[in-house]
């Protein structure tokens, strides 16, 4: 297998990585390279940026706005986008919902929503995970029954990410209670601003409010709002989380965090000398490097088989990807809290939220604790790391 990027991807490379040099706002990149968390202002300028370019839905088949582009430059895309760094445009809109629209939705929900989503004039949140239904997502218990013309749905969900700024809410609801827990659930398409619907913050130990508890009581979701067909939500559901899985190993990140330690390292002294000349430490950043190299190969192993099948369907294989990129990731953000040290074991909530930005001596290492424990739920959203080793065990292993 010829491991190496033909002219043309090198080339495509190079004109990515200048148009995030000069196109990305530079107090936008001074908060990604700090590890801050991007305002809801700062994303949809930025996303709408990409999006003059052509450039904030790649994924997406060329007729509802996507580029074109092969995998490989999707792939590349990314990577450099992490790489430079800039923010990543809400998954829950460019990865989730569009693409679940542009396969199951009416053509009224595509022409309606679809150039909404892609310039994030809606922005769109996750309503799946419940109480005692996160992973083991078909336990779910929130009704949606029939009234008319509209669904109402009763129930709870958590760990809503940015249900606080979303317009709209793509929701799992189970429309009939008889049938088995994988059938009769319906995937609707829900206003956040539609009367019964309370959200309730939760502060992570990062000190950051990106996520939430969301109460739904008697919420009337027009029937026009389902999408695809009543009772079949689950096999959406399945199509939404494999491409959220198909690009969720995020190995820029991980190389972006790696090159970070080794600049931030050549400034930190240990024992009289820069530490990245401390034999141990320079072992892990190699031992990091050397798995984020055999990453890499493997996705583009499943790029390359998932090209050749040309059916579109995504691949359980991209359950490697999930566990080894977010073991990898979180490998890389205790790398830059060893680099840290001492400077990291008190950090401002307002600084990592990005409520100010101003840098001053070890200022640089208030967010690097933050990140390390916000990185310890990448191993469970998209599905626990457990749930993937199940996948694989029935899919690819046959037990």
């Given amino acids: ?215 739904l009581d008697k919420v009337r979701v027009p029937v026009a709002n389902l999408v695809g067909e009543e009772n079949k939500g689950w096999d959406y559901a399945k199509y939404l989380l494999g491409h959220e899985r198909s690009g969720i190993a995020r190995v820029g990140v991980s190389k972006m965090r790696v090159r970070r330690a080794r600049q931030l390292a050549a400034q930190v002294m240990s024992r009289g000398e820069p530490l990245i000349e401390d034999e141990r430490f320079r072992e892990r950043v190699a031992e990091i490097e050397v798995e984020l190299k055999a990453l890499e190969i493997t996705q583009m192993r499943l790029i390359a088989e998932i090209g050749r099948r040309h059916d579109g369907k995504p691949d359980p294989k991209s359950s490697i990807l999930k566990m080894k990129g977010s073991q990898l990731q979180q490998a890389s953000a205790e790398l830059l809290l060893e680099v840290a040290g001492y400077s990291a074991l008190e950090f401002d909530a307002d600084f990592v939220s990005g409520l100010h930005s101003e840098v001053d001596g070890d200022d640089w290492a208030m967010a690097i604790a933050p990140n390390h424990f916000w990185a310890r739920h990448v191993s469970i959203v998209g599905g626990s790391n457990e749930i993937q080793r199940n996948i694989l065990a029935k899919t690819i292993l046959g037990l």
């Fill in 1 to 215: 297998m010829d491991l190496r990027f033909t002219d043309e991807e090198v080339a495509f490379r190079h004109e990515v990585r200048a148009f995030f040099a000069e196109a990305l706002p530079g107090d936008i990149r001074r908060k990604a390279e700090l590890g801050q968390r991007i305002s809801k202002e700062e994303m949809l300028r930025w996303v709408r940026i990409l999006y003059d370019k052509g450039w904030a839905t790649p994924s997406w088949a060329p007729e509802w706005g996507g580029t074109g582009w092969d995998a490989i430059k999707q792939y590349i895309f990314k990577e450099e986008l992490h790489m430079a760094p800039a923010p990543e445009p809400i998954s829950f809109n460019m990865n989730m919902i569009g693409p679940t629209l542009i396969a199951f939705g009416s053509e009224q929900q595509k022409r309606h929503f679809l150039p909404r989503i892609a310039r994030m004039d809606y922005w769109f949140c996750q309503g799946f995970s419940e109480p005692g239904a996160g992973s083991d997502l078909a336990s779910l218990r929130t009704t949606g029954v029939r009234d008319g013309d509209h669904y109402v749905l009763e129930g709870q969900k958590l760990w809503t990410s940015t249900a606080h700024h979303a317009d709209w809410c793509f929701v799992l609801a189970r429309t009939d209670p008889a049938a088995k827990k994988q059938q009769g659930i319906s995937y609707l398409l829900m206003d956040m601003k539609t009367p019964g619907i309370t959200i309730r913050p939760i502060v992570t130990i990062d000190g950051h409010h990106e996520t939430n508890e969301m109460f």
